[in-house]
């Protein structure tokens, strides 16, 4: 089986025709030659993949579910392809946090005119005179990451409704490693949950045995139901590299150093 024809065309409008990769989206639909025709560069693509072979094959899911609407996201030829060729990459979570933005974005611009183009600004000419040695530089690049933080960050109201329509009960926040960024970070979670209603009353704690190997929620609950489950698909929108894992005897967030080498007995 595939998507049939209405699921095709509603994973397309649903998303302006934009692809719903976010470093993308690229208009995906527009004129052809021929008067009576329109070129489409865009395609449905199965988060969860239609046959066993397939990337991302769930096999507790039937084929009704598999060739459904909530299994589709719609995206350009290139970024299907992409998506296809790294499957680890580019897991189920992501993808879902992918289609949901995407469709908040063309939720927000409906009816309004599009945003003017971007003004670039090049940036200064820099000349050297009688440098003797060393190499003048025109632009400078840090290869340190900036600090991570949720403070500041806007959190669209489907996903408010969905982390709020069930109470989250002793959530707690813990950090791998105590160096400073990693506790402001961990301490801006704590920030952002207390304003969903998930008040977490111990702060911020340490785990010295944890296993998670980047930013991890751990839930009690599963799935769509799971106010969590939203939570980390939030994250993902907002490009943090998230887990979530489900069925756990907890609900916790374990936070990872972002620069290897910071000193911890888990690295």
Known sequence: MSFSEP??????????????????????IGPHSDNSKATVIGEAAHIC????NAKRYDAT?????????????WLCRNCHKQIDSDESKYPVLRLHAWKIEAEAVAAERLGK???????????????????????TAHTIVNHIPPPRTITGRTMPAIF??????????NMSVHVYADDLETRQFAVSIVDALTLLGIPCDRGVGRILNGYA?????????????????WLSIWLQSEG?????RSGSHRNEVHVLPQVHGVPSKNW
């Open 61 to 73: 899911m039937t084929d009704a579910q598999r060739d459904s609407i909530d299994n589709g996201i």
């Open 160 to 169: 408010v409704q969905r982390i709020q329509r069930s109470p989250v009960e």
């Open 7 to 28: 699921v095709v065309r509603e994973l397309g409008r649903r998303v302006s025709h934009l692809c719903s990769n976010p470093t993308c989206g690229v208009e995906t």
């Open 213 to 229: 190997t980047r930013l991890t929620i751990y839930s009690r609950l599963a799935g769509e139901s799971d106010p969590l489950y």
């Open 113 to 135: 005119a599009p945003p003017p183009a971007p003004q670039i600004n090049m940036g200064s000419v820099v000349i050297s005179i009688g440098q003797i040695g060393g190499q």
């Open 240 to 244: 943090f590299d998230t887990d979530y």
């Open 49 to 52: 993949g239609e046959k066993p």
